[in-house]
């Protein structure tokens, strides 16, 4: 089956660091979404791509959080400086969404502690 | 302002009963609908959806019901089985929007009782 491969899985690492998740989304899919999920807020979007232009990432903190898409099979997000309440699971997601097929796919997140 | 609200954080239902979960929206411009579920550890996983132009849908145990008029829509599980226990979470989309962006609800944990 094919998947979206995210890395670290897990991420402990202190306050004011820099923190870099990546994702492989499946080949061949255009779209890719970035999630955060945290016990208050629930699945957050926080950035988008389409055929590796950002589309949307105004549910990122923009002074902290930067979203990239360097080619079709890499996906980055980046936190400079890290701070506890950016620890959550992030997810990425990619899928086809023109072909009216919203079922996207997730990766299995990456779960980041910030102390 | 959340746009999709699952009001229930949990449910709890015996093994071979029906599951109901609930999912209410106020952006009137959302037309496709999603359900996802998560097992802890892993990643929300794509179950079944619905399009505004109809009010029901079903593949196999599930079936998901959509009201437009109340912005409300269900799902219902039937049997359930143990292995349905998971957080499930409604999604919404609005297409006309051109993003195919998914608004998500916080999730309800279902627990199946055996």
């Known amino acids: 089956d094919a998947r979206v491969t995210q890395t670290p899985r897990h991420k402990v690492t202190e306050m004011g660091q820099e923190v870099t998740m990546r994702c492989q989304p499946i080949l061949g899919h255009n779209t890719v979404f970035w999630y955060r999920q945290t016990m208050m807020q629930g699945l957050e979007l926080l950035a988008y791509f389409r055929n590796r232009a950002p589309l949307d990432d105004s549910g990122m903190p923009k002074d902290r959080f930067s979203a990239e898409m360097p080619d079709a099979t890499l996906a980055t997000l980046k936190i400079q400086p890290s701070e506890p309440r950016d620890s959550a699971v992030y997810f990425c997601?990619?899928?086809?969404?023109?072909?009216?097929?919203?079922?996207?796919?997730f990766g299995s997140g990456t779960r980041l502690t910030v102390v | 302002d959340q746009q999709v609200k699952q009001n229930s954080p949990s449910l709890s239902v015996q093994e071979g009963r029906i599951s109901i979960l609930n999912c209410d929206y106020t952006?009137?411009?959302?037309?496709?609908f999603l359900w996802y579920k998560k097992y802890p550890a892993e990643g929300p996983t794509f179950l079944i959806s619905?399009?505004?132009?109809?009010d029901k849908n079903e593949d196999g145990r599930f079936t998901v019901f959509l009201n437009k008029s109340a912005k409300h829509l269900s799902l219902h599980i039937v049997p359930s089985q143990p292995g349905d226990s998971a957080v499930y979470f409604c999604a919404a989309s609005d297409s006309g929007a051109g993003s195919y962006q998914l608004t998500f609800g916080k999730g309800t944990k279902l627990s199946v009782i055996p």
């Open positions: 997601a990619s899928g086809l969404p023109l072909t009216r097929s919203y079922g996207y796919t």
């Open positions: 619905i399009s505004s132009i109809k």
């Open positions: 952006n009137s411009m959302f037309d496709y």
